[in-house]
């Protein structure tokens, strides 16, 4: 249990254009998921934390106009890069936290590579 | 804020060796969660071993264990019997236990990239 899929797997744009990312818990329900950019050989940064039904929380120096991110409904959360350009070539991950008796967890997507040309 | 810290940027062992992989970490909390996640060449994180900060007994999974030494905020990964499928870059990671619904965030450590060597 607890599968997290995320697609696409990888994408290329052309600089300019805008690319939805969809975050999916496939067995359970998330109130919360975390969207997560990782570059080569580096950790990952967490961009935003995204919460159903209401307005997602970006770490600072993360613009908010540029990643925008849509919670709507337990299951899905989407990552849109408007505008996109070179630098915003990434892995792009996200995870959903299971709500639990006890104490839940985070469980991660496969990651998606974002290639903008 | 809390930060994580990974001092070993890489790390190799023999196979069937044993090998323990560092993490340090900054915390004005008592309640909190610790972390190991492992992430192969495929890029998805798996999780390899949680540890809550009110338990004592250093939690272990299989050929995986942890030495928690609250005091000294040290979370280190010791890895036994290693096998090939064991390469790949090991993040420690910690979460505040303020929330008992897995919605808090994770702070990552920089990684160890590991390498099992045959």
């Known amino acids: 249990g607890a599968v997290v899929s995320q697609h696409p797997s990888w994408v290329i744009c052309k600089s300019g254009t805008s690319v939805k990312i969809e975050c999916r818990s496939l067995?359970?329900?998330?109130?919360?998921m975390f969207w997560y950019r990782q570059f080569p050989k580096q950790s990952l940064m967490l961009m935003a934390t995204?919460?159903?039904?209401?307005?997602?929380?970006?770490e600072q120096g993360v613009e908010k106009d540029k990643f925008l991110i849509n919670h709507a409904s337990l299951t899905l959360s989407t990552l849109t890069v408007t505008s996109a350009h070179p630098e915003d070539s990434s892995f792009y991950i996200c995870?959903?936290?299971?709500?639990?008796?006890?104490?839940?967890?985070?469980?991660f997507g496969p990651g998606t590579r974002l290639t903008v040309l | 804020a809390q930060t994580v810290t990974q001092s070993q940027p890489e790390m190799s062992v023999q196979e069937a060796e044993t090998v323990t992989l560092s993490c340090t970490y900054d915390?004005?909390?008592?309640?909190?969660?610790l972390f190991w996640y492992k992430q192969p060449p495929s890029r998805q994180m798996i999780l390899v071993i949680r540890?809550?900060?009110?338990?004592?007994q250093n939690a272990t999974e299989n050929r995986f264990s942890v030495n928690f030494q609250k005091a000294a905020k040290s979370f280190s990964l010791k890895i036994s019997d290693s096998q090939l499928g064991d390469a790949a870059m090991y993040f420690c990671?910690?979460?505040?236990?303020?929330?008992?619904?897995?919605?808090?965030?994770?702070?990552f450590g920089t990684g160890t990239r590991l390498t099992i060597i045959p």
């Open positions: 540890q809550e900060a009110y338990k004592q």
């Open positions: 995870s959903a936290a299971r709500a639990a008796a006890g104490r839940g967890g985070q469980f």
């Open positions: 995204s919460n159903e039904g209401s307005k997602a929380t970006y």
């Open positions: 915390t004005s909390e008592s309640d909190y969660y």
């Open positions: 990671a910690y979460r505040s236990g303020l929330s008992n619904f897995g919605n808090e965030k994770l702070t």
């Open positions: 067995d359970f329900q998330a109130t919360t």
